[in-house]
């Protein structure tokens, strides 16, 4: 059975980079029956999915419109686990962050992380 | 994107009563929706793919149904792990997107 555990700090100032980790047991990240998710959750804007990675013969990405541009996520094959960095962050992206795993790649969730509440402020 | 709706916004309901909760999108979905079940302080959970596929190990009292732009997501014997946020998230084109979300309490 697959478990996703995050970790990243909680507290990011405004204008650096947001940085979070999801650490896969049960199923390996460079399997070709998975795309791995970042998705965040804020009062303000709901569920809101930002990007996923996943492997077919090469690394592939991507990403909402919302935060492209200022979001990069990329797996790490030696320690099975991918990861989260979204540059220039704001007060706005204050929100819990969630790592997660979609079996099919047709974009919906079916194993989740902890989830990570990321505060911007200085 | 494609936007999601969601009626009624929160419903507040007995144990063992039926309840049913709806979806919109802005476009035509086909049947690439999905239903998920939060509790407050955890990550969402999967309950329903396919519009109408029930995932693994979901109680059969969860049930969905529709296609295109219209979407019901059933439970037909409310239960008390039942209290919990319900959300429909489209997967028919990016960005994936999620409604807002209908509570459902104890009344």
């Known amino acids: 059975q697959v478990r996703l555990q995050q970790s990243g700090p909680g507290l990011v100032k405004p204008s650096q980079t947001l940085s979070l980790t999801c650490a896969i047991s049960g199923h390996s990240v460079s399997s070709n029956s998975a795309a791995w998710n970042w998705i965040r959750q804020s009062p303000s804007r709901g569920l809101e999915w930002l990007g996923r990675t996943y492997y077919r013969s090469e690394w592939l990405n991507d990403y909402a419109g919302s935060v492209k541009g200022r979001i990069i996520i990329n797996a790490d094959t030696s320690k099975n686990q991918f990861s989260l960095q979204l540059f220039s962050v704001t007060p706005e992206d204050t929100a819990v962050y969630y790592c997660?795993?979609?079996?099919?790649?047709?974009?919906?969730?079916?194993?989740w992380g902890q989830g990570t509440l990321v505060t911007v402020s200085s | 994107d494609i936007q999601m709706t969601q009626s009624p916004s929160s419903v507040s309901a007995s144990v063992g009563d039926r309840v049913t909760i709806t979806c919109r999108a802005s476009?035509?979905?086909?049947?690439?929706i999905g239903w998920y079940q939060q509790k407050p302080g955890k990550a969402p959970e999967l309950l329903i793919y396919?519009?109408?596929t029930l995932h693994t190990g979901v109680p059969s009292r969860f049930s969905g149904s529709g296609s295109g732009t219209d979407f019901t997501l059933t439970i037909s014997s409310l239960q008390p792990e039942d209290f919990a946020t319900y959300y429909c998230?489209?997967?028919?084109?990016?960005?994936?997107?999620f409604g807002p979300g209908t509570k459902v309490d104890i009344k």
């Open positions: 998230q489209q997967y028919n084109s990016y960005p994936f997107t």
């Open positions: 396919a519009a109408s």
């Open positions: 476009q035509d979905m086909n049947t690439w």
């Open positions: 997660a795993r979609d079996t099919t790649i047709m974009g919906y969730f079916d194993s």
